[in-house]
């Protein structure tokens, strides 16, 4: 059931990302009536972290109250989100400044700056991780000892759920939902299928992440694809290949019952 809930998530969250990106966009050309530049970036990614990082705390809060329909409920988000998105596109101004073809994602186009700016971003995300991992992983996994604890919970969400809220909707202004998705969850689930320990996951899935991504650009660079969707396409083989493997090695181990 908690993997399905993951699942899930990761599809909802980047649809959810796509529609504050395009709810930032369309509030500002309707309300300031000029094209988009470069400083209206934040603008789209304060947009959409909000969307994200709000709903995410909302889920959560009725997730608190009741385990029932937790996933009804993710799915009710992914279709208002998915919804909403594709109005807010029927806008005449939203594809004359070219945000269609930003919601889409090219990893392959993205500039100096941008990659600067994810780099440091993701680094400072990664670093706030390590340096609060036990509250964060405390506070996710047994809430009664952290309370027990004296850990402030309402603190450890609000930065759990920021940081997650923060990064998927970087991921998303810059490489679209697409890869965004892929990278959130395939990587991790080759990595749950092959660690033998649950420390080693976050790990094995980074390596994974970073060797999709260069085969990935190889593969596009020589096929003349796009790239995001062709790691995607990678990433799915990759674990198509690893899920047929581990059902190999469980079908030849199992005993042969007499």
Not at 150 to 164: A, H, R
Request: aromatic share 10%; with cysteine; hydrophobic share 55%.
């Amino acid at each position: 059931m908690y993997c399905r809930r993951m699942v899930f998530l990761g599809v909802t969250l980047p649809q959810l990302s796509t529609g504050g990106i395009a709810a930032a966009v369309f509030w500002h050309l309707t309300y300031h009536q000029q094209q988009p530049n470069h400083s209206d970036f934040l603008l789209a990614l304060l947009g959409s972290t909000i969307v994200t990082t709000g709903t995410l705390l909302l889920l959560a809060a009725l997730e608190r109250r009741g385990h029932e329909m937790v996933e009804s409920r993710i799915g009710t988000v992914y279709v208002l989100a998915g919804a909403v998105t594709i109005l807010l596109l029927a806008s005449e101004r939203i594809p004359e400044v070219g945000i269609v073809t930003l919601l889409r994602g090219q990893i392959i186009a993205i500039s100096d700056m941008d990659m600067a700016i994810l780099l440091v971003s993701y680094t400072g995300i990664v670093l706030l991780i390590t340096l609060f991992r036990r509250e964060l992983l405390l506070v996710s996994v047994d809430r009664d000892l952290a309370l027990s604890l004296g850990k402030k919970l309402w603190v450890w969400d609000i930065l759990l759920y920021g940081l997650v809220g923060f990064a998927i909707s970087l991921g998303v202004l810059m490489v679209g939902p697409l890869l965004t998705f892929a990278f959130l969850l395939l990587p991790t689930m080759m990595a749950m299928q092959l660690a033998k320990r649950f420390f080693l996951v976050p790990w094995l899935g980074g390596l994974f992440g970073v060797g999709i991504a260069l085969i990935g650009f190889i593969v596009s660079f020589f096929m003349d694809w796009p790239t995001g969707a062709t790691d995607s396409l990678l990433a799915c083989l990759f674990l198509g290949v690893i899920t047929l493997g581990q059902w190999l090695r469980r079908l030849v181990s199992r005993p042969i019952s007499r």
